[in-house]
């Protein structure tokens, strides 16, 4: 009887065990920062919740996207930076109307980049901290929860998170159009 109850439990004993061993290998370096933005693993199920933000949902979204004066959806994906210049390394599409602010959703931003993000939302507002702005990235995406964070900050009011961004609204069939990114600085 013993036998059987190892030869039935080892197998799953030592594959929990691998498991647990890569998890933690996986998980060696800090997830968050000193100041509370995520560092790592970007692409990682987000909360339910974000600092400073309503979230918004795809229906939500279009709802907003129909006041007056329209949201200004703000897009905090990735493009590689190198030699002073974004590098296309592949087209990347969002919202109608977004403006894109590459790499301002890192949890850890030098001057530059944070002095990047709060000029360009200063401009798109006009000043106004009052006027709705939406981040987004993808779903599951830790950048846009960073850009919401960093927004409600800098006092931002109206700041809102479509959590599942671009995704979300490619799987509704809506439009997209080729985006490049605010120039930098």
Not at 3 to 26: D, I, N, Y
Not at 36 to 51: F, V
Not at 136 to 146: E, G, H, K, P
Request: glycine fraction near 6%; hydrophobic fraction near 40%.
């Amino acid at each position: 009887m013993l036998r059987a109850c190892r030869r039935l439990l080892c197998p799953p004993l030592t594959a929990l065990s691998l498991c647990l061993l890569l998890g933690v290998a996986h998980a060696e370096g800090p997830l968050f920062s000193a100041e509370g933005y995520r560092i790592s693993l970007y692409r990682s199920p987000t909360p339910d919740q974000a600092p400073g933000a309503s979230i918004i949902d795809t229906a939500g979204l279009q709802t907003l996207l129909g006041q007056t004066p329209r949201p200004l959806l703000i897009d905090v994906y990735r493009r590689q930076w190198l030699h002073e210049r974004f590098i296309e390394d592949q087209p990347h599409e969002n919202l109608p109307g977004s403006h894109w602010l590459a790499n301002t959703g890192d949890g850890d931003l030098t001057p530059a980049w944070q002095a990047y993000f709060a000029r360009n939302l200063q401009t798109l507002t006009e000043g106004d901290r009052q006027r709705a702005l939406v981040f987004y990235c993808r779903s599951d995406c830790w950048l846009s929860w960073n850009a919401v964070k960093r927004a409600a900050a800098l006092g931002y009011q109206s700041v809102y998170w479509y959590r599942d961004g671009l995704d979300a609204w490619q799987a509704a069939n809506l439009p997209v159009t080729l985006a490049q990114p605010e120039p930098f600085p």
